[in-house]
């Protein structure tokens, strides 16, 4: 939600229009010009002048291909434009990590990981990086209760390491301590507490410099509070949360990381057999429209082992890597690594080579009113084709 004093506009006016409860964009726009010059005391002209401002603001020129590939490029020599999960292939495959600019979901089933993935891109984030930066500010928005600080500080003893000359397993205070002061975390306990912080989001990310945004999880509070109420009001609710964060990463070039929970629906069409039911990720259709890039981490049945899979980018194709949480957080892992079948703790490792057919991601990533699509189904349906 854009406020009137990142517009332009004189502070004056700005303190006019706030006096009168009239402190953004959607304010401004949702009242006749006319009801704002009685309102706030001035003349129809400046009522309709800021009634335009406002509207310039939450909806800016078209610009053309050309106009729009001159200010990548201006921009990508300026700020980092990818976020490294430091799993090498699935990087590769990302085109370099998570995207700045844009908004990234991470979902998955209860337990699957989705907090250590959170926790340790914010450790990523936070790190310097040789001739590039000194590590970025993170801010984490933690709903469900879920973030510990003494697993961020393992992982960030971890990822310091290699920062620090000499023995590989002393890491320097100095070091540690400048990662995780980097990271400050909000604990919002209701929507109307998260409603008011992403309002506030874009002037936390300037006054902070704030290079990375994680909301672990955007679907807690709103399944809570919302669950057997209004759709309407609920989608509504969302819409307005991924507008704010899509317009703030564009706007200031920096990834926003979100976690989702999943759901379980029943198939009634009667092409399924029993109406089957399955698991598929929450919010519906209006968030997963809105976000630009979905993750999906999966278990693996009888193992240790995770899926981590690319089920929706822009600019990267379908991807699955094998995962294991570890004290570090994202590590690669040798092939048929034998804690892949057995114990194992603490990031995620990927797996090169394990033998036996290849596990397929079982959450469905997309619904169709006749059909239900998952990518094992897809590989099936290809598979028959060929044949």
């Not at 998570?98 to 250590?116: D, R, Y």
């Not at 991807?319 to 703790?345: F, K, N």
């Amino acid at each position: 939600m854009r406020r009137l004093k990142r517009i332009g506009l004189p502070p004056n006016v700005v303190a006019a229009f706030e006096r009168k409860a009239y402190h953004s964009c959607a304010d401004v726009l949702s009242s006749p010009p006319i009801d704002i010059s009685e309102s706030v005391g001035v003349s129809q002209e400046l009522a309709l002048s800021v009634v335009n401002a406002a509207a310039n603001a939450v909806a800016p020129k078209p610009l053309t291909v050309r106009e729009l590939l001159e200010k990548k490029i201006t921009e990508g020599h300026k700020q980092q434009r990818f976020l490294g999960t430091s799993l090498h292939e699935f990087d590769e495959a990302l085109r370099g990590g998570i995207l700045a600019g844009t908004v990234t979901e991470i979902a998955g089933p209860s337990g699957c990981g989705k907090t250590q993935f959170c926790t340790m891109m914010s450790v990523l984030a936070a790190l310097p990086v040789a001739g590039v930066h000194d590590g970025g500010q993170v801010l984490y928005i933690d709903t469900e209760g879920a973030f510990t600080a003494e697993r961020l500080v393992q992982m960030a003893r971890v990822h310091c390491s290699p920062l620090v000359h000499g023995d590989e397993d002393h890491v320097g205070m100095d070091v540690l301590l400048n990662v995780v002061d980097k990271i400050r975390i909000a604990t919002v306990g209701s929507c109307d507490a998260l409603t008011e912080l992403l309002n506030n989001l874009e002037t936390t990310v300037i006054k902070s410099n704030i290079r990375l945004v994680i909301i672990d999880s955007i679907a807690s509070l709103v399944r809570k509070e919302f669950d057997g109420g209004s759709a309407r009001t609920r989608a509504d609710l969302l819409s307005s949360h991924a507008t704010t964060l899509k317009n703030v990463a564009s706007k200031y070039n920096i990834p926003i990381i979100v976690s989702n929970q999943v759901t379980t629906l029943v198939d009634d069409d009667s092409m399924h057999e029993d109406n089957a039911s399955y698991v598929t990720m929450a919010l519906g259709n209006t968030w997963s429209h809105s976000v630009n890039t979905r993750l999906v981490l999966e278990f693996i049945p009888d193992t240790t082992a995770r899926l981590l899979s690319i089920v929706k980018s822009p600019i990267a194709p379908a991807t699955t890597v094998r995962c294991q949480i570890t004290d570090g957080g994202l590590e690669a892992c040798p092939a048929e690594d034998p804690v892949a079948a057995g114990g194992g703790a603490g990031g995620l490792r990927k797996f090169a080579g394990a033998r036996g057919p290849p596990a397929q991601p079982r959450i469905a990533t997309r619904v169709a009113p006749t059909a239900r699509t998952t990518q094992h189904d897809v590989h099936a349906l290809m598979l028959a084709h060929q044949q």
